[in-house]
């Protein structure tokens, strides 16, 4: 049963006391300035804890299956053997956020600063393309500007990545994967956390927090359609929890997928932008999603608006019949990505909030256990190469 009159306390409640974190846009910190906020009870800010120097990278190549997260916490992306930790740090640019690979073993990683490109092979960063998006001072914490959610395009040639630009509207920048450089540029809706692409390329969706909707963007004539996307309606604005964050397309029929608390899951046609309304059964606030060839949602949750209604965090995996199997995690987490044979669930605990860590946590979608790994500095987005 949906708690609408509990989640209407919340939305009222965030927009008079315009909560700060996830709930509003903001400022940040200037780089070099410390950490986003204050600390979580027992935590230290990433910025001031002493480094941890990895352990010798194995020789050769990077191998098959290395996880790559982008480490929020500093500008770093680092390499992890999903085994025994972390091998190996690269610096990519100030608070890296989304990060995609390709088939060629590039990977892609929106930063404050520009699109790093990675030779995750070699573990060699050489290109930083800038934007041409005027973000402002280059800033770390949850609203810098700059990169948010990143994608390819299915044919290599076009990577797209949200840039968000602090208090206003964003844009979706498009960069030729061979020249290097930003080739279009198109607006979209205010904080672009994710950023997706159809199957056969034709569309590119950006997820926008702050504008309750995603944009559908047609990348050859570069026309958009706005689409609202508010199980819960837009009371608030920018001081609501109640926003989309990221969206997995079903690989069945190119449907959006955006889960919401815990409770409704948003199942959005593209083409006609009407969207059904499914249940969902963690009960927490939700944010990073992935969804396997398959047709399997893997959603991350937070933890609780409301401690006194709401669960605690939990990773959903949801199968194609609607049925939902729910693993409790240990903290707050972000994004999510799955091994190649769907045995294994990685979480990233960066978080946009308080409450990050620096690690994932490896779920065994088996037997329901789980174990904390070391892995980089506040990560965000993560991938199986």
């Given at each position: ?107 892609w990683v929106a930063t404050a600063e520009g699109v790093a490109v990675v030779d995750t092979r070699t ?263």
């Amino acid at each position: 049963m949906y708690r609408s009159r509990v989640r209407a306390l919340a939305v009222l409640a965030a927009s008079v006391a315009l909560l700060a974190g996830c709930a509003q846009g903001g400022g940040g910190i200037a780089r070099g300035a410390g950490s986003s906020g204050p600390a979580p009870s027992g935590s230290t800010p990433s910025a001031n804890r002493p480094a941890t120097a990895p352990a010798p990278a194995p020789a050769g190549t990077t191998p098959a299956g290395t996880l790559l997260v982008a480490d929020f916490g500093a500008d770093t992306v680092t390499f992890v053997d999903p085994a025994h930790g972390p091998f190996a740090s690269l610096q990519v640019g100030t608070a890296p956020y989304g990060l995609v690979v390709g088939a060629d073993g590039r990977a892609w990683v929106a930063t404050a600063e520009g699109v790093a490109v990675v030779d995750t092979r070699t573990r060699t960063r050489f290109a930083l393309v800038p934007y041409r998006t005027a973000t402002g001072p280059v800033t770390t914490g949850e609203y810098r500007g700059g990169g948010m959610g990143i994608a390819l395009a299915p044919d290599g040639r076009r990577v797209y990545v949200g840039v968000n630009v602090p208090g206003g509207n964003g844009a979706l920048e498009v960069v030729d994967t061979t020249a290097l450089q930003v080739v279009d540029r198109v607006p979209v809706g205010r904080r672009p956390f994710d950023v997706d692409v159809s199957r056969d390329g034709s569309e590119v969706y950006t997820t926008n927090h702050d504008s309750f909707d995603v944009t559908v963007v047609d990348p050859g004539t570069l026309k958009t359609r706005r689409i609202e996307v508010a199980p819960y309606g837009t009371e608030g604005g920018l001081g609501s929890w109640l926003k989309p964050h990221y969206t997995a397309v079903r690989p069945s029929d190119g449907r959006l997928l955006l889960p919401f608390e815990g409770e409704r899951l948003a199942v959005v046609d593209p083409r006609t932008g009407r969207t059904r309304i499914q249940p969902m059964t963690a009960d927490t606030h939700q944010h990073g999603v992935t969804v396997t060839p398959d047709g399997t949602l893997f959603v991350v949750g937070t933890g609780p608006i409301d401690p006194a209604v709401d669960r605690g965090p939990s990773l959903t995996v949801r199968r194609p019949d609607g049925s939902e199997r729910v693993y409790p995690l240990d903290g707050p987490h972000e994004d999510v990505a799955v091994s190649g044979d769907g045995r294994t669930a990685y979480v990233t605990g960066g978080f946009t909030r308080d409450g990050y860590w620096d690690g994932l946590t490896v779920v065994n979608l088996t037997d329901g256990s789980a174990r904390r790994l070391a892995a980089g500095s506040r990560p965000l987005g993560v991938a199986v190469l």
